[in-house]
């Protein structure tokens, strides 16, 4: 996985984040880092735990909403932030899309890592993904 491939864009009221990458998983996997960047500095996230999940959805917008909302999830239930993701497959199959990503991180813990914006949930408003001939480039906002 490459460095950093995201940013912040201006937003008047939530938090836009436009990420890139050679292919979609890669772009996916930056759009995740930047939901976490948004809760916390990643970059005090040490990799003590990992985790594998799978995702299907019917097309890749929806794809990208439950991938990001599954990873909203585990933060909201289980505590966890990560500073590693990486997909590792992005499938057409059967009229669905599937995705698998690693994901390595640890329990948030205030003492360690800072606050940094609430993300109430994935929005579909002005989402974008938009493949290009040497790029992916995608673009969503986190409801705060």
């Given amino acids: ?6 940013e912040f864009l201006e937003h008047i009221s939530d938090v836009q984040v436009r990420s890139w990458g050679p292919n ?7 759009a995740a880092l930047g939901l976490f960047d948004t809760i916390t500095e990643i970059k005090n996230v040490e990799m003590k735990l990992s985790k594998s999940i799978k995702i299907t959805s019917e097309d890749k917008e929806s794809l990208l909403f439950d991938f990001l909302t599954e990873l909203l999830y585990l933060f909201d239930t289980e505590d966890l932030v990560f ?7 992005i499938k057409k199959e059967t009229g669905n899309f599937s995705l698998e990503a690693s994901l390595k991180g640890d329990i948030y813990d205030p003492e360690k890592h800072s606050i940094g914006t609430e993300v109430k949930a994935i929005t579909y408003s002005y989402m974008k993904i938009e493949e290009l001939q040497e790029k992916v480039v995608i673009e969503v906002i986190f409801d705060i």
């Fill in 83 to 89: 500073s590693y993701i990486e997909v590792l497959k």
């Fill in 1 to 6: 996985m490459s460095n950093k491939g995201y």
């Fill in 24 to 30: 979609l998983k890669e772009a996916f996997s930056q």
